[in-house]
């Protein structure tokens, strides 16, 4: 069995503990771990087959399946025969003998324990230095429905939720394509939250994206909880009044900016997802832009051209006009106005 894929990156110390061959040794050093924490959950086990080769099952109560559990680890690993090779015995045990498809071999104490936050069950051996981490979440979120800052008339009724890997699956409908990649890792000494880099190989800036890389391994944060975050920490003038990078709950928005060439960040625990880069005539767009007519589409763009020119300016030249250039105002509509400011303080 292989180790966790490289494709997802943890911080991890410098110097790396390896697991014990005594059971009892690993099991107190990983109850050290969890001290005053009454989550943590032991379960010791024999075979019946085998009396003498006993282990221990451990996981954080509320982020598992009980069910599960008990059906594609306990009962396996005590009833089934378990394998006599000593050198391969735990990916015999991994290959021939638990029910599951997600299973993690680690010989090192830090990534175990990694796993047992992230949800997942640790089965530990007498006498084994590795440990396996079977896939055993019970992740609980709301259902999928419309984002109800960004609704719209015509197009699908779907937002991201919280689930990092429920949004991945979404923006995989949305674009079946090889070239949708996904990079993971994780930010956050202490949270470890799971960040995912969505793009298009051959369409993406490929400059523009090992630069995202860059500053997002260069994150030094205790916890990170939300994509607003990454948003401060990664943004060129974090202090501009214009936006450098977008948001957007929508799966549709998000795949028709990697079609254009975009970038995506998405964080879990949260259902908003970054793209980047941002650009001005971005503010100009809504969201049923890209299910009108082309002709349609264009005309209410370039009504909201005009419309921004005409609110940027026409104070502006309302106040010169009134205060520097009165004699073009016609002299009834004058003094209207006049009289009509005859109870303003102000000028």
């Keep these: 069995m292989s180790s966790k894929s490289t494709s997802e990156k943890s911080l991890q110390p410098t110097e790396r503990q390896e697991l014990r061959e005594a059971l009892e040794e690993n099991v107190n050093r990983i109850q050290e771990v969890f001290a005053n924490d009454d989550s943590l959950i032991l ?99 709301r259902g999928i429905t419309e984002p109800e800052a960004e609704k719209i008339m015509i197009g699908p009724r779907e937002g991201f939720i919280e689930l990092i890997m429920d949004n991945v699956t ?75 990078i977008g948001f957007t709950e929508r799966p549709d928005v998000v795949a028709a900016k990697l079609l254009e060439g975009r970038i995506a960040v998405m964080v879990d625990g949260t259902p908003v997802v970054l793209t ?29 051209v005009i419309g921004l020119i005409i609110t940027v300016s026409a104070p502006a030249v309302y106040v010169a006009i009134l205060t520097y250039h009165q004699e073009i105002i016609p002299t009834p509509l004058l003094l209207s106005i006049s009289a009509a400011r005859q109870g303003v303080p102000f000028p």
Excluded: W
């Excluded at 941002?278 to 370039?302: A, C, G, K, M, V």
């Design 43 to 141: 379960r010791y086990f024999e075979n019946e087959q085998k009396p003498d080769r006993f282990g221990c099952i451990l996981y954080l109560e509320g982020m598992v399946k009980r069910d599960v559990i008990e059906e594609n680890i306990v009962k396996p690993v005590m009833e089934k025969c378990l394998p006599t090779d000593k050198e391969r015995f735990v990916d015999m045990i991994a290959l021939r003998v638990l029910f599951s498809s997600d299973v993690v071999q680690t010989p090192y104490e830090d990534e175990a324990i990694s796993q047992l936050i992230s949800g997942k069950t640790l089965l530990l051996f007498e006498g084994c230095r590795e440990a396996l981490a079977v896939g055993t979440q019970n992740p609980k979120s």
């Design 170 to 244: 979404m923006l995989r409908r949305k674009l079946k394509s090889p070239d949708l990649k996904f990079f993971f890792m994780k930010l956050g000494t202490r949270s470890q939250t799971k960040v995912c880099i969505c793009h298009l190989e051959g369409i993406a800036n490929t400059k523009i994206l090992e630069e995202l890389k860059k500053r997002l391994s260069q994150i030094e944060i205790d916890g990170l909880l939300s994509a607003n975050y990454i948003l401060e920490l990664i943004s060129d003038s974090p202090y501009s009044p214009f936006q450098t």
């Design 276 to 304: 980047l880069p941002f650009l001005f005539h971005e503010y100009l767009q809504s969201s049923e832009d890209y299910y009108n007519s082309f002709y349609f589409t264009s005309i209410n763009r370039l009504l909201r």
